[in-house]
């Protein structure tokens, strides 16, 4: 016999109801509520009518993966919000958001989770303890995302244009959560796939970032284009791996500008991704966008070129913007995703003495500062996408420690390091 549990959770939010109900009704707002940690990946979302839709995604929230299809709907005015599980991990469940009016500008939601797990009545009180940290975990943090989102929509909420927008590398860490943002707020939203089997609806374009073929006349006539392309740099930086991390950024954003130049109607807005080591090993010097490149090694002469592959699109007068990033944070990717595994068995220490300065920024805050270079058309050129203030890297591995409540493990050297990773 199979036990139905049900749980409730509030949230209050200074924002109109409209925009609230706008943005749950949004095509992006899903995609924004799911936690990193779930390492979900979308397979298929089908607008049903204006107001439902069915989602379909993989889910490893513990040690597999599992296909899960949800059907996403708001019934009519003034009744709650549905998510319902259609085929996944449990029995049954379905969520239900109540948006309660608590005066001109702001609103309470009432998160009702109801759901049976597939386990035999004897251990679902081992279990059900367990479930609810989780989802209260889950929520959590989609209503944290809620109320930062909707901070930033109604900062700009008078500068507001719905744009057309296109993002190559938008699978990766940042693209994806940059398309959901975007979408979230209303903007039509379109990716570009570097192969044609990819290319699956009328939002995906054809274009191969490394030959430069592609379906030029598509992408004529869009307000902003942004460049996410790039390989991981993680890894042993043999010769093979270096020659791949160079062309797949300088080659792709020369062949996407290239291209982009020729257009009848151009992009106003051109943003491509580049990285804080432009300016190298400063130690305890501080830098900003006026200072100069450092000094010759492999990442500055590499930001260098990347950078100057979007010049030519000066001769068409397109505000141009080089994102600098620090170091991006999140548990989906990058850095973070690959330390975690080790300080999570108590293997993580610090690098070195510990004194190297990292210069870092959660993702959140990097898609928030990259639509605030798309708002605000007075900047153009170089930014720094980073946080006010680095960290040392004893600070950083002393905080993840305490955050995953773990011991320091092992200090790790310099050396080993460079010989490990080249």
Known sequence: MQRHTSLKFRVFIECNETIVVKW?????????????????????????????????????PFFFNRKWKVIFFNPKKNAPFKLIQEKGLFASFVNLMDIRVQGNDAVEILDTIQYSLRFPWFFLNLRRKKMER??????????RVMINDLKIYQKYFSTHVPMKILIAGSHGMIGSQLTQLLLSFGHDVFVLERQKQLCKNSRSIYFNLETGEGSYAQLEGFDTVINLVGSPIYGRWSDQKKEKILNSRIESTRNLVRVLTGLARPPQLFISASAIGYYGNSGDLKVDETSPKGSGSFLTNLCEKWEASSALLSSRSVRAVQLRFGVVLSP???????????YRLGLGGIVGDGTYYMSW????????????????????????ITAPFPIRSRGFSEELVSTLKRNLGPTLPIFLIRFLKG
Do not use: W
């Open 134 to 143: 989780f989802f209260e975990s889950v929520l959590k943090y989609k209503h």
């Open 332 to 342: 989906a990717g990058g850095l973070l995703k690959k330390l975690l595994p080790y």
């Open 24 to 60: 749950l009704l949004s095509e992006g707002s899903f995609g924004r509520s799911l936690p990193p940690t779930l390492n979900y990946k979308f397979l298929h979302r089908e607008e049903l009518t204006s107001c439902r839709r069915r989602v379909t995604f993989t889910l490893r």
């Open 361 to 384: 920024i959660s993702l959140d805050d990097a898609v928030y500062a990259i639509y605030h270079t798309m708002v605000l058309k007075q900047i153009k050129g170089p930014i720094n």
